[in-house]
Antibody, heavy 120, light 107 residues
Framework: QVQLVESGGGLVKPGGSLRLSCAASGFTFSDYYINWIRQAPGKGLEWVSYISGSGNSIFYAASVRGRFTISRDNAKNSLYLQMNSLRAEDTAVYYC?????????????WGQGTLVTVSS | DIQMTQSPSTLSASVGDRVTITCRASQSISSWLAWYQQKPGKAPKLLIYKASILESGVTSRFSGSGSGTEFTLTISSLQPDDLATYYCQQYDSYLYTFGQGTKLQIK
């Protein structure tokens, strides 16, 4: 069955860096766009970034552009999010989520999330 | 960016009630709308896509309708397991935005 498992979250100081990972299984990873979507404590969902199956198409939300870098390793069935210059407002649970089987940008499978806390 | 507005923000209903949640888009998105259910402490789960198509494995108590700028999610007979926050999301155009959520409480 499809599984997405995030890791790498934790406590980091403002201005610091963190790298999140998402391990995928149960489907042909390279066939799918994968997204990072975050949720601040008690708040709604915010799309952060996506990467195409080949890695050739990448988009970011304005709030993270220039600070976050998404990447993938199809040989390892893994997705990454390098987060630099972290701010308090980046505190959130970060989910990786697969684009739909039909290729449209809604999300049919989600990981359980990993919590990133930015605080001094 | 397309803004998605849900109403109400909070809804309290009794087991067996018919429940409707509304989602409005700031411009037409045709039928490119999905609905998700998020239970406390869990990841969101896809319920409906293309406004009215039920995702495989989702109970038929959920249904969706609408097109253009106005959409609804309906639960035909509320069950205790439906306690959750519900989000709409448009995928008509980048940026693929979510509504702010509707928290459903059971009376």
């Amino acid at each position: 069955q499809v599984q997405l498992v995030e890791s790498g979250g934790g406590l980091v100081k403002p201005g610091g860096s963190l790298r999140l990972s998402c391990a995928a299984s149960g489907f042909t990873f390279s066939d799918y766009y994968i997204n990072w979507i975050r949720q601040a404590p008690g708040k709604g969902l915010e799309w952060v970034s996506y990467i195409s199956g080949s890695g050739n198409s990448i988009f970011y939300a304005a709030s993270v552009r220039g600070r976050f870098t998404i990447s993938r390793d199809n040989a390892k069935n893994s997705l990454y999010l390098q987060m630099n210059s972290l701010r308090a407002e980046d505190t959130a649970v970060y989910y990786c989520a697969r684009d739909s089987h039909s290729g449209y940008h809604y999300y049919d499978f989600w990981g359980q999330g990993t919590l990133v806390t930015v605080s001094s | 960016d397309i803004q998605m507005t849900q109403s109400p923000s909070t809804l309290s209903a009794s087991v067996g009630d018919r429940v409707t949640i509304t989602c409005r888009a700031s411009q037409s998105i045709s039928s490119w709308l999905a609905w998700y259910q998020q239970k406390p402490g869990k990841a969101p789960k896809l319920l409906i896509y293309k406004a009215s198509i039920l995702e495989s494995g989702v109970t038929s108590r959920f249904s969706g309708s609408g097109s253009g700028t106005e959409f609804t999610l309906t639960i035909s007979s509320l069950q205790p397991d439906d306690l959750a926050t519900y989000y709409c999301q448009q995928y008509d155009s980048y940026l693929y935005t979510f509504g702010q959520g509707t928290k459903l409480q059971i009376k």
